[in-house]
């Protein structure tokens, strides 16, 4: 099955980093799991991801400890630390939690750094199905500049693609449905591993199980679009996203720059949403145990330009404690229908701190979004000729619910500062 079969619409789910860092726990991730299927499934929500060092016993926030033992098998490959994931006990991984989540209607989801454990080198540890070892395959001067976990995989050597086929053949086994790849899709201190993306893509698709491949971190060179599009499901335009408004205006460029390229199973990525209860164990992001730093206003900035771009769509907040406002950003109908279903994302204008995306819907539909970057409200518009749009149309605003008369040859709204409006034109 080709991949890009895999994410025919823009994924959407949960991910532990945001609020647990590197220390989520089987508790947390069941939890979070239970309030989805209860609350966010029957909007489209459905993966849940345990994000990064699952296999590290000490694990303690976001910030990894240096040069520590993992939980690994005779094959060179990372376990489920049993201390913090107690149905992964006598071999089982994460097979449990799985069927778990499973049980519940979702989909399962995990982080992996790319490459092979340093332990694994440096002990010549064995490969499942190649007479190689680790120390035969590891690039031991390829490694990641901010975790010790791990050193890159040299593609050309024999044993290679043995090694990253044994990876995905336990993920079938466990029942992964998703996974996201680390240090892989290039950042500001190195470029794109291309080689070793394509080992994964290969072994995705020999382990017999569909998989949605996520890669990260950002920002992606979008000269490589049609590589990202050819390999995964979803890569990172940015480094990690926090909830800073410096950061969310800077997305206006990147979405900007990549316009055009999300659709067919491939998606751009935003990174995840930084909503509700977060930082709970993580000391990223310039802070600590809090609710979003984001407004209102900004959390609302943030939704509308993720969804009429497409990007895939993960909150990174503690579900369950989630207040009515920040669960009505995530189960707006008709916003997660423009979401799924809307083609054409583009950027309209751009004019100061006035900004203008549109979205195609079908049957006539066109969907508008105007946001204000600025620090006091003011008119945003656009006229509805540049959209070639003609009447007679109803006009809805999205967040709101309500309708809009239409009035004169365009479309005008007051944006609160930092704010975003988004209406669905249709015909009459």
Same mark, same amino acid.
């Given at each position: 099955?080709?991949?890009?079969?895999?994410?025919? @619409?823009?994924?959407?789910?949960?991910?532990?980093?945001?609020?647990?860092? !590197? !220390?989520?726990?089987?508790?947390?991730?069941?939890?979070? /799991?239970?309030?989805?299927?209860?609350?966010?499934?029957?909007?489209?929500?459905?993966?849940?991801?345990?994000? =990064?060092?699952?296999?590290?016993?000490?694990?303690?926030?976001?910030?990894?400890?240096?040069?520590?033992? %993992?939980?690994?098998?005779?094959?060179?490959? +990372?376990?489920?630390?049993?201390?913090?994931?107690?149905?992964?006990?006598?071999?089982?991984?994460?097979?449990?939690?799985?069927?778990?989540?499973?049980?519940?209607?979702?989909?399962?989801? $995990?982080?992996?750094?790319?490459?092979?454990?340093?332990?694994?080198?440096?002990?010549?540890?064995?490969?499942?199905?190649?007479?190689?070892?680790?120390?035969?395959?590891?690039?031991?001067?390829?490694?990641?500049?901010?975790?010790?976990?791990?050193?890159? *995989?040299? /593609? /050309?050597?024999?044993?290679?693609?043995?090694?990253?086929?044994?990876?995905?053949?336990?993920?079938?086994?466990? #029942?992964?449905?998703?996974?996201?790849?680390?240090?892989?899709? /290039?950042?500001?201190?190195?470029?794109?591993?291309?080689?070793?993306?394509? %080992?994964?893509?290969?072994?995705?698709?020999?382990?017999?199980?569909?998989?949605?491949?996520?890669?990260?971190? #950002?920002?992606?060179?979008?000269?490589?679009?049609?590589?990202?599009?050819?390999?995964?499901?979803?890569?990172?335009?940015?480094?990690?996203?926090?909830?800073?408004?410096?950061? %969310?205006?800077?997305?206006?460029?990147?979405?900007?720059?990549?316009?055009?390229?999300?659709?067919?199973?491939?998606?751009?990525?935003?990174?995840? +949403?930084?909503?509700?209860? $977060?930082? =709970?164990?993580?000391?990223?992001?310039?802070?600590?145990?809090?609710?979003?730093?984001?407004?209102?206003?900004?959390?609302?900035?943030?939704?509308?330009?993720?969804?009429?771009?497409?990007?895939?769509?993960?909150?990174?907040?503690?579900?369950?404690?989630?207040?009515?406002?920040?669960?009505? +950003? +995530?189960?707006?109908?008709?916003?997660?229908?423009?979401?799924?279903?809307? @083609?054409?994302?583009?950027?309209?204008?751009?004019?100061?701190?006035?900004?203008?995306?549109?979205?195609?819907?079908?049957?006539?539909?066109?969907?508008?979004?105007?946001?204000?970057?600025?620090?006091?409200?003011?008119?945003?518009?656009?006229?509805?000729? *540049?959209?070639?749009?003609?009447?007679?149309?109803?006009?809805?605003?999205?967040?709101?619910?309500?309708?809009?008369?239409?009035?004169?040859?365009?479309?005008?709204?007051?944006?609160?500062?930092?704010?975003?409006?988004?209406?669905?034109?249709?015909?009459?």
């Amino acid at each position: 099955m080709n991949h890009l079969q895999y994410a025919k @619409t823009p994924p959407m789910g949960w991910n532990s980093w945001d609020c647990y860092g !590197a !220390a989520v726990t089987e508790q947390e991730i069941r939890g979070n /799991a239970e309030y989805m299927a209860a609350n966010l499934q029957q909007f489209g929500w459905e993966y849940v991801v345990v994000d =990064i060092q699952w296999y590290e016993p000490g694990a303690v926030s976001s910030q990894y400890r240096a040069f520590v033992p %993992l939980e690994m098998d005779e094959y060179s490959r +990372l376990m489920p630390a049993v201390n913090r994931f107690p149905s992964a006990e006598g071999g089982q991984g994460f097979r449990p939690l799985s069927d778990y989540v499973h049980s519940l209607g979702l989909k399962f989801g $995990i982080h992996i750094m790319r490459g092979i454990p340093r332990q694994a080198a440096h002990a010549a540890s064995a490969i499942k199905g190649s007479q190689a070892t680790a120390r035969d395959i590891a690039h031991q001067n390829s490694i990641c500049p901010w975790n010790t976990d791990m050193y890159g *995989v040299d /593609a /050309a050597a024999e044993g290679a693609q043995a090694y990253y086929n044994s990876l995905f053949e336990l993920y079938a086994e466990w #029942g992964v449905d998703f996974v996201k790849v680390d240090d892989i899709a /290039a950042s500001r201190l190195y470029d794109t591993h291309q080689p070793e993306i394509a %080992l994964i893509h290969n072994a995705i698709e020999h382990c017999g199980r569909p998989m949605v491949l996520s890669l990260s971190p #950002g920002p992606a060179p979008v000269e490589y679009a049609d590589f990202f599009g050819g390999h995964a499901n979803m890569w990172r335009i940015t480094d990690d996203f926090w909830d800073h408004w410096e950061l %969310l205006l800077d997305m206006f460029d990147r979405c900007e720059r990549w316009q055009g390229k999300a659709g067919d199973g491939s998606w751009p990525d935003c990174d995840m +949403l930084p909503l509700g209860h $977060i930082g =709970i164990r993580s000391v990223d992001g310039g802070g600590a145990d809090r609710w979003t730093r984001f407004t209102r206003d900004e959390q609302t900035t943030m939704m509308t330009l993720w969804s009429i771009f497409r990007s895939p769509l993960f909150f990174g907040g503690e579900l369950r404690d989630n207040d009515e406002w920040t669960l009505g +950003l +995530l189960t707006n109908s008709d916003v997660l229908d423009m979401h799924s279903n809307s @083609t054409g994302a583009r950027l309209v204008s751009r004019e100061n701190d006035r900004v203008v995306w549109s979205a195609e819907g079908t049957g006539g539909v066109k969907y508008i979004a105007l946001f204000n970057t600025g620090e006091a409200a003011q008119t945003v518009s656009v006229q509805l000729a *540049v959209l070639n749009l003609e009447g007679p149309l109803s006009v809805k605003e999205l967040w709101s619910g309500e309708e809009v008369p239409l009035t004169g040859d365009g479309l005008a709204s007051v944006v609160a500062p930092h704010g975003a409006v988004l209406y669905r034109l249709q015909p009459c």
